[in-house]
């Protein structure tokens, strides 16, 4: 395994929570067969990023892009995933980390969020 790609979301209480994102994950695998695509979390659900990151790096890999699929650049992102990255990139300093913007400030996502929002209004009588 060379590079990894893991979609780091909030997690929740309630596991059908995650749900779409297994989805959303499966998707991007299907797209990328030959890269391993996984799921962490911040916080509430398994794996959490630290720990699964961890993982990739004993199974060998040498670099890991971190998309994170949150709608904006909160506390969360601003914050807290930072200093995780610091960590991890402290303790794992074979281990190249990048890690993208929020999936939802993409325009291209906005965009299929918005027409989202418009054919539900164009449903409704």
């Not at 506390?75 to 610091?86: A, E, F, Q, S, W």
């Not at 991890?88 to 996502?109: F, N, S």
Request: proline share 8%.
């Amino acid at each position: 395994m060379t590079r990894a790609l893991v979609l780091f979301a909030h997690g929740a209480r309630n596991a059908s929570w995650a749900a779409p994102f297994e989805r959303l994950r499966a998707q991007a695998q299907a797209r990328l067969p030959g890269v391993p695509v996984s799921l962490a979390f911040l916080e509430l659900m398994e794996p959490r990023l630290p720990a699964h990151v961890a993982e990739l790096a004993a199974q060998g890999a040498t670099g890991i892009t971190i998309v994170p699929v949150f709608l904006g650049q909160g506390g969360h992102l601003l914050r807290d995933l930072p200093l995780m990255v610091g960590q991890l990139q402290a303790d794992h300093p074979q281990l190249a980390i990048e890690v993208a913007g929020a999936v939802g400030e993409d325009p291209d996502v906005l965009k299929a969020m918005s027409d989202y929002c418009v054919a539900a209004y164009a449903k409704t009588p």
